[in-house]
């Protein structure tokens, strides 16, 4: 449901903005059931092999969680060292409480000596790894696709340009549950039972959601991204190493989820301070129009322009508006010359054929508001 209101808000503030959609209203769809399925076939595939085994008060902390992390950060949340990290940390907190107190109804829920054994805290933080692998996945994939553009008025309506990014997986987990008698979950004649010990288990689809989302205003997007996979990437080594010295030293079996919480939180922090909100990377330039992004299979795409790149002139002309271009434009419809302002404002030329396919606007999405958002404005005024 999420996915279905995210997919329509995107596709709204697109041709609201740009008057036309971007991207293919499939693009979360695909992303979030089709490419979660395998990869959850996968993870579920080392889950067995390596033993991970979880208890139904995990389960049911996890989804508390999740849902409290989504409401709080939205998609942001949903990352597993978030979600995984502190339901693991919060039914270990619980279930220490629960020794050294009174008998508690409440908590009694919580109770699980299984959650407590250091050999399934081992198995969680190996889950734990595979589901921030899956994150750095999850970037690489918003990372091949160019992200959403959109504008805001700031400071007495000037106006900003700054991309989004908003994504998640759904993973269909297959894992082992234990088998309580009277619980909640019990053994049946229709449904597998596998014994671990002296312990039964059945097998569950849990589904885990793995999300990732921010706002980029000061840099090119395609930037931010390569530095958010290398810092998640360094963070689930450092979770592993720490998850191999837990095999060792018992002590340390719960110390994996605080990395991991800990660390995401840094760098959430770190490109938080990062995005400096005053930068001008993507506001009106005096120079020219500048650039916000390209649609897919444009002309602009082919002609290799970048956002918050400058169009300084058209064939010839100087152009500061989107009317001077197109003035500019209607000298030739064949073909098109541009001059273009790069990050550090070097000049260079950019030029292509104009076919009768292609927009008039070659596929340009400038910070600069369109004609009809300017009459638009104007009305509601």
């Given at each position: 449901m999420s996915t279905f209101i995210v997919t329509n808000k995107r596709i709204k503030q697109e041709r609201h903005l740009f008057n036309s959609r971007i991207y293919s209203g499939k693009m979360e769809w695909m992303r979030l059931l089709f490419v979660g399925l395998l990869i959850g076939i996968s993870l579920s595939?080392?889950?067995?092999?390596?033993?991970?085994?979880?208890?139904?008060?995990?389960?049911?902390?996890?989804?508390?969680?999740?849902?409290?992390?989504?409401?709080?950060?939205?998609?942001?949340?949903?990352?597993?060292?978030y979600t995984i990290g502190l339901a693991t940390l919060v039914l270990i907190g619980l279930n220490f409480i629960l020794l050294i107190a009174k008998s508690n109804d409440f908590l009694a829920f919580f109770s699980s000596g299984l959650m407590?054994?250091?050999?399934?805290?081992?198995?969680?933080?190996?889950?734990?790894?595979?589901?921030?692998?899956?994150?750095?996945?999850?970037?690489?994939?918003?990372?091949?696709?160019?992200?959403?553009?959109?504008?805001?008025?700031?400071?007495?309506?000037?106006?900003?340009?700054?991309?989004?990014?908003?994504?998640?997986?759904?993973?269909?987990?297959?894992?082992?549950?234990?088998?309580?008698?009277g619980g909640v979950l019990h053994a049946t004649s229709w449904w597998p039972v596998f014994a671990v010990g002296n312990q039964s288990f059945i097998p569950i689809v849990v589904p885990v959601i793995i999300g990732m989302g921010a706002r980029i205003r000061s840099d090119k997007p395609q930037r931010v991204l390569k530095k958010r996979v290398v810092a998640i990437l360094a963070l689930a080594l450092m979770v592993a190493l720490v998850s191999v010295a837990g095999y060792f030293y018992n002590w340390l079996t719960f110390t994996p989820f605080v990395v991991a919480l800990l660390g995401?939180?840094?760098?959430?922090?770190?490109?938080?301070?990062?995005?400096?909100?005053?930068?001008?990377?993507?506001?009106?330039?005096?120079?020219?129009?500048?650039?916000?992004?390209?649609?897919?299979?444009?002309?602009?795409?082919k002609m290799g322009i970048e956002p918050g790149e400058i169009i300084t002139g058209c064939n010839g002309k100087s152009v500061y508006t989107r009317q001077d271009l197109y003035d500019a434009m209607n000298l030739n419809r064949a073909y098109v010359r541009l001059t273009v302002l790069d990050e550090f404002e070097e000049p260079r030329f950019v030029e292509t054929a104009l076919y009768e396919e292609d927009s008039f606007e070659?596929?340009?999405l400038f910070v600069e508001e369109s004609v009809i958002e300017e009459m638009t404005e104007s009305v509601k005024s």
């Open positions: 595939a080392i889950i067995w092999y390596t033993g991970v085994l979880v208890d139904f008060s995990w389960l049911f902390t996890l989804n508390l969680i999740t849902l409290f992390m989504f409401v709080l950060l939205g998609y942001r949340g949903l990352s597993s060292a407590m054994q250091p050999r399934i805290l081992n198995g969680l933080s190996v889950l734990l790894v595979l589901c921030l692998l899956v994150e750095v996945l999850l970037v690489y994939l918003v990372l091949r696709r160019p992200m959403q553009p959109s504008r805001v008025k700031i400071r007495r309506g000037t106006i900003q340009g700054q991309f989004k990014y908003r994504s998640a997986l759904l993973l269909p987990l297959f894992m082992l549950l234990p088998v309580s008698e995401h939180m840094g760098i959430d922090l770190y490109f938080w301070l990062e995005d400096d909100p005053d930068s001008d990377k993507y506001h009106l330039s005096p120079n020219g129009i500048r650039v916000m992004g390209t649609r897919d299979t444009s002309a602009a795409r070659m596929g340009l």
